[in-house]
């Protein structure tokens, strides 16, 4: 049961034009959602995030969006850099009541988009 | 910054044996996790801890154990590897316990597992 989904392996765009990253989630009980950039041998290292109280969330270049209707978050990248280049992984997670609830912080991932930003 | 640090990065062990992998961190963080990455599966749970000996199952615990018997260390133990169980392996940990706000999960370099 994939709870978390990005449909698209891969991603190639044009250095300096947008690149967008979706993911699809299917419970509507997660609240805060985040993108992860992964470089080969080494860890994901968060990039934005955003709680289910907004709808878009912008950090420089990385603008987040979540369509809460249609269950649908997408990570823009403007203007994409060859330095981009890295699988993105979209997670999400939700608070459970109450005190003592051990699930708070588990982040489910998705399978995770290969981006190369060609010079 | 956070630092999550993993004891190795490179580990090749053979079929049967015990494996430990080590993860510390040195912010204090309440929660700490365990994840596998395979191609095309994404980042997945295998334990997560949000206290001193505490630990809870992840979504694929089999064929693993845990220990945390200080705060800023959390151990994975393959207790009889076996060859599905080459995969990289990804330790995380996070600010808050259970009930705390959302925040992200800091992760180390991991670790590439072979098993032969």
């Known amino acids: 049961d994939q709870q978390v989904k990005q449909n698209s392996p891969s991603l190639s765009v044009q250095e300096g034009r947008i690149s967008i990253l979706n993911c699809d989630y299917t419970?509507?009980?997660?609240?805060?959602f985040l993108w992860y950039k992964k470089y080969p041998a080494e860890g994901p290292t968060f990039l934005i995030s955003?709680?289910?109280?907004?709808d878009k969330n912008e950090d420089g270049r990385f603008t987040v969006f979540l369509n809460k209707s249609a269950k649908h978050l997408s990570l823009h990248i403007v203007p994409s850099q060859p330095g981009d280049s890295a699988v993105y992984f979209c997670?999400?997670?939700?608070?459970?009541?109450?005190?003592?609830?051990?699930?708070?912080?588990?982040?489910?991932f998705g399978q995770g988009t290969t981006l190369q930003v060609k010079p | 910054d956070v630092k999550v640090t993993q004891s190795s990065r490179y580990l090749v062990k053979r079929t049967g044996e015990k494996v430990f992998l080590e993860c510390v961190q040195d912010?204090?963080?309440?929660?700490m996790f365990w994840y596998r990455q395979d191609p095309g599966l994404g980042l997945r749970l295998i334990y997560f801890?949000?206290?001193?000996?505490?630990?809870e199952k992840g979504d694929i615990p089999e064929g693993y154990s845990v220990s945390r018997e200080k705060k800023e260390r959390f151990s994975l133990i393959l207790e009889s590897a076996s060859t599905n169980q080459t995969s990289m392996y990804l330790c995380?940990?996070?600010?808050?316990?259970?009930?705390?706000?959302?925040?992200?999960?800091?992760f180390g370099d991991g670790t590439r597992l072979s098993i032969l």
């Open positions: 995380a940990s996070s600010l808050y316990g259970a009930g705390g706000p959302n925040q992200p999960q800091h």
């Open positions: 419970n509507s009980m997660f609240d805060y």
């Open positions: 955003i709680s289910s109280i907004k």
């Open positions: 997670a999400a997670s939700y608070h459970k009541e109450p005190h003592g609830s051990s699930n708070t912080g588990k982040l489910i």
């Open positions: 912010m204090d963080h309440e929660n």
């Open positions: 801890s949000y206290d001193v000996k505490m630990k």
